[in-house]
């Protein structure tokens, strides 16, 4: 099956003169095991191009060999959804300013998910669901479980007043259900094809329950 991964392409974090990007364990990790369960993943960014990054790991193997595979992206807007069995978006401090209310994601992400496909996000890629609605007009994440960046995980990393907003409110807002966990710990909600983890440490998690995900896609048969 074929999973399309998105990157931000923001590098600036507010005003703060601080550089950020995408969070590469966000990225690598799930590409790993995307990949090693067989399916296919193309790697896009908002705006195309080489996507900026952050909190990377040179000692990491695996974030080495994703960084050695990824090159230059191809803009999201290059996307066809149809193409695509699922959807995720990686995190990284960079997605709160050009993941949110974007029309290109949020048109990728209903038509992945309208067609029996997974939508997938860590740390802060949910906000990549904020202003996502379906074809009917209900906020994808209506009534939905979720979970995200806790607000006292970005007070503890001292970027609350630096964000746009707070993650897990805006969740909250459209509808969601937001199930925090432990501060840094290992954090992942499935709730039917939405999954969803709350920071760094739930990479794999997520991923891994995006591929169950898939699997039941697949046994169930069922895409348009």
């Not at 379906?134 to 479980?145: A, E, W, Y």
Request: glycine content about 12%.
């Amino acid at each position: 099956m074929r999973i399309l991964m998105v990157l931000t392409s923001h590098d600036t974090l507010g005003s703060t003169g601080r550089k950020t990007g995408f969070y590469v364990s966000e990225a690598a990790h799930p590409w790993e095991i995307f990949t090693a369960a067989g399916h296919d993943v193309d790697v896009v960014s908002v705006a195309g191009g080489t996507p900026p990054r952050d909190g990377e790991d040179a000692a990491d193997p695996i974030q080495r060999r994703f960084l050695d595979t990824l090159g230059v992206t191809p803009a999201a807007a290059d996307a066809d959804a149809s193409a695509y069995d699922a959807i995720f978006f990686a995190g990284g401090h960079g997605t709160m300013w050009d993941f949110p209310d974007n029309p290109v994601l949020a048109g990728l992400t209903r038509d992945i998910y309208e067609r029996d496909g997974v939508v997938g996000a860590v740390c802060h890629g949910p906000s990549a669901l904020a202003g996502v609605t379906l074809s009917d007009g209900t906020p994808l994440v209506s009534g939905k479980r979720v979970a995200a960046f806790t607000n006292a995980e970005e007070k503890a990393v001292g970027l609350t007043e630096v964000v746009p907003f707070l993650l897990a409110d805006r969740l909250v807002s459209e509808g969601a259900t937001h199930v925090p966990g432990p501060d840094f710990a290992a954090q992942v909600v499935a709730d039917d094809r939405l999954v969803t983890g709350q920071n760094p440490a739930s990479a794999q998690g997520v991923a891994e329950a995006v591929v169950e995900a898939l699997a039941k896609v697949s046994q169930g048969g069922v895409r348009a």
